[in-house]
């Protein structure tokens, strides 16, 4: 049996959810799927209060903001949510397979919105298989969702936003953090994230790496050392610290596989994370079916995420044939400029450049490559 | 050097600051955010309009002090915690710190508390005076916290209690 919709959304995330909450008053059908068994994607971990502006919610903690898109989309009797649900792959005859609480369903939808987040990088070092070596979000779901703190004695690998924050978060569930290592010269994060975790005497060391692991069947150590301007480890730098933990917070790859199998022409952009669709200024794929939002489409933060969300999904509605297609005309407009001046500034840089390469309209095709499917 | 660090220095701290004379009226809001990232919640928490208006999300958020009273509104919504209120005129020999705080155990008014400084490095002890903690401040408590005058501008943390493993 196959099941029919006009608008598909895979992935639960900020992105998902938003794209679908633009399909409110649309009077089109909806189904939106999530590999988890709750709605919220990254969100719901995110117990720090969000940067960005007042109309993005900017002040309240991201598991707040999951709560209340989760509750506004209760609210849409013309979408059903599908929980436990991963879509397994992307067929001829525009079918989309999709494993739903243990069964499997064919899905046939006019458009496909692929919101399906990123997954962590992993680091290369001698015994990167020890036990209590941990990605950051799986840290995050153990101790914001699980209630489970992964060690007591932890060094975190990575300066960036992410690293930086699950820092925190460790600290505030009594762990300690014996210090944060970059490989950069510079903190990637933000200074007001680092000066939070400096206050409370964690050492941040730039400049540095993780040369090995040891331990006996799990970690019980890890051998750091310096490197020098060609990112290669100094011999005799190296120091020892004793932690029974190591977090990675090395970056995260956008997840681009169902777009991949439909055909989508890709481009590698380092600045977005890796392989990631050409779109245009609509967030639509060279697929016509498929349109991408949030960290899919490049590693971003959850308020781009958002927007993008909502990009996708008034572009995908109206092209769709939605009511009241004119207010969500100017709707969209408001959501492109609001993407733009969030990313204006010093730290959008690199979100700018990674997008100037992903353009399907303009000069994309140039210092990438690209295949199709 | 605050980029390798994340501890300000002086040098960082300099364009933060009011000037001494400021500094001697009464409670003022030091804001310690050195990056220009897309955010505004501390101008849209001031009851006094004594931030500038931002041109752009991306600018870094500027102070008139003359307008703040140090009230300590923007404290608990400041998404980076970057936001301090120092009273020099708190006693002859002791100034105030609301300081933002999210850890258990909170402290409680009238106890002591290990100051720290932007480093973690112990100063002192200081006086809980209050904790500030209702709904609105969506579990960013504030902690007034007496200190002697010379510790004002280094304290920007405190340890409670004992550490984790006693607790």
């Given at each position: 049996m196959v099941l029919y919709t006009d608008l598909l959304v895979v992935g639960g995330g900020p992105a998902g959810m938003a794209a679908v909450l633009q399909?409110?008053?649309?009077g089109l059908s909806v189904i939106l799927l999530e590999?988890?068994?709750?709605?919220g994607g990254q969100l719901v971990k995110q117990t720090h209060r969000f940067f960005g502006s007042k109309d993005e919610q900017?002040?309240?903690r991201g598991n707040v903001i999951a709560r209340a898109m989760e509750e506004e989309l209760e609210q849409l009797d013309n979408v059903t949510v599908l929980l436990e649900?991963?879509?397994l792959g992307y067929y001829e005859d525009n079918i989309l397979l999709v494993s739903a609480q243990h069964s499997l369903k064919k899905i046939k939808a006019e458009r496909i919105i692929v919101a399906t987040g990123a997954a962590e990088k992993m680091l290369t070092f001698?015994?990167?298989?020890?036990?209590g070596i941990y990605g950051a979000g799986a840290v995050q779901t153990l101790m914001n969702?699980?209630?489970?703190?992964?060690?007591?004695r932890v060094v975190m690998v990575g300066a960036g936003n992410i690293g930086l924050i699950v820092s925190y978060q460790l600290l505030q569930a009594?762990?300690?953090?014996?210090a944060v290592v970059e490989a950069?010269?510079?903190?990637?994060?933000y200074l007001v994230h680092a000066a939070k975790i400096s206050r409370t005497g964690v050492p941040i060391y730039t400049g540095q790496t993780i040369k090995r692991a040891y331990g006996?069947?799990?970690?019980?150590g890890v051998e750091l050392w310096q490197l020098d301007h060609n990112w290669q480890g100094i011999p005799g730098s190296e120091r020892s610290l004793a932690v029974d933990t190591i977090c990675l917070a090395v970056g995260l790859r956008p997840l681009t596989d169902i777009l991949v199998q439909a055909g989508c022409q890709m481009a590698y952009v380092p600045q977005l994370g890796g392989d990631v669709p050409l779109r245009d200024?609509?967030?639509?794929?060279?697929?016509?079916r498929f349109y991408v939002a949030g960290d899919a489409a490049g590693v971003e933060e959850a308020t781009a995420a958002i927007l993008e969300g909502e990009l996708a999904g008034l572009s995908a509605i109206l092209e769709l044939g939605a009511k009241e297609g004119q207010s969500l005309e100017v709707k969209k407009r408001t959501v492109k400029k609001k993407l733009d001046k969030l990313r204006k500034g010093p730290v959008g840089e690199k979100i700018r450049a990674g997008l100037l390469k992903v353009r399907?309209?303009?000069?994309?095709?140039?210092d990438r490559y690209s295949h199709t499917g | 050097m605050l980029a390798k660090t994340g501890i300000p220095t002086p040098d960082d701290l300099s364009s933060k600051l009011p000037s001494e004379e400021r500094l001697q009226q009464g409670p003022v809001a030091i804001v310690e955010c050195f990056t220009p990232i897309p955010c505004d919640p501390c101008y849209h928490s001031c009851p006094f309009k004594a931030?500038?208006?931002?041109?752009?999300?991306n600018d870094l958020p500027v102070l008139d002090f003359t307008k703040?009273?140090?009230?300590?509104?923007?404290i608990a919504h400041c998404p980076g915690l970057a936001i301090f209120v120092v009273d020099y005129t708190y006693q002859p020999d002791r100034g105030l710190i609301k300081i933002p705080y999210e850890f258990l155990p909170l402290p409680v008014a009238g106890t002591e508390v290990i100051t720290l400084n932007r480093s973690g490095e112990e100063i002192g002890q200081g006086s809980v005076v209050r904790v500030q903690n209702p709904l609105s401040f969506d579990k960013t408590a504030v902690v007034w916290v007496a200190v002697p005058l010379t510790e004002v501008m280094a304290v920007r943390h405190i340890k409670v209690g004992v550490g984790p493993d006693e607790r």
């Open positions: 399909a409110a008053d649309s590999r988890y068994d709750q709605l900017a002040g309240t649900a991963t879509a001698p015994n990167n298989d020890l036990p969702l699980d209630g489970v703190v992964p060690g007591r009594g762990v300690e953090v014996v950069a010269r510079q903190i990637g994060g006996n069947g799990e970690v019980e200024d609509n967030l639509k794929t060279s697929n016509h399907r309209d303009g000069n994309a095709g140039k | 931030f500038q208006v931002f041109q752009d999300i703040c009273t140090g009230c300590g509104a923007c």
